[in-house]
């Protein structure tokens, strides 16, 4: 029976876990904690640990884990920033979700937009309190709207099949084009000249870290639009902040931030954050955020759990998928 510890694991991840690993020789043991350098130890005596996108795998850990004889890191995502890849080289294999379900993160990409855009979300608001005022929801129509699509994966090809099903005309940039996308691909700089909308889909690596800086939003249009539904470290906060104050940008949907990790997934409407920029953010009126929910769908959490089991099985059969490697 291989024994395997589930990290940062909530009441809507088991179900999955439990369908998918149902009849099969594994075990799991489900912790609400994050994986760090204070809980590894909980990761003694399994085969392996399944991690998720603000689980600390750093260089300390992973040489933790190999003490403890973890044969292997199983990401229950797309996005592998958290993982010190090159620690792991050859010493314990890391496999990750490629795919779980493109067309959720981009419909709540949509829907982030839609909200933002036609102040559903002040509507919502304004009438519970039997106010049905509509003064300051003017908003505008996405037909024939310029949208500038950075990464042109699985996730930014859903998206772009929304946005052309709107009628927007969708510029991209993506260091690797690929012909059969719905899009015109043109340079970083083009696509913040011409957006009036921005939508981040690309994985996080140390080249685009920033990739939305002061420098940036000083070359796109006033009144931009900004969504990431990708890693939050794709901003720089403090330069979308600035950004919003000058009002050179017109609004911001983000599911992400980059100081996340200690924030999101967790209930604090009873406490101070103590997160001041964060603070900032949610209390700018042109600014949603939601808590990394892009993910959270029945039909994605179920895809997450079926390949994380299968990576697992496949693995320990000697036949290893979806492999990450530094």
Known sequence: MLKFAVFDSREYDRPGFDKFSEGKDIELKHYETKLNADTVILAKGYDGVIVFVNDTVDSFVIDKLCQYGVKLIALRCAGFNNVDLNAAKGRIPVVRVPAYSPRTVAEHTMAML??????????????????????????????GKTVGVIGTGKIGRAFIDICNGFGMNVVAYDIYPDESVKAEYVTLDELFARSDIISLHCPLTKENRHIINSESIAKMKKGVVIANTSRGLLIDTQALINGIKEKKVGAACLDVYEEESDIFFEDFSGHIVQDDTLTRLIAMPNVIVTSHQAFLTKEAL?????TTINNIESFFKGNICNEVTA
């Open 114 to 143: 839609l909200t933002s855009i036609r102040r559903i979300h002040k509507a919502y608001i304004r009438t519970r309190n039997f106010n049905f005022s509509v003064n300051d929801f003017t908003g505008f129509e996405f037909y």
């Open 302 to 306: 179920e895809n997450i759990a079926e």
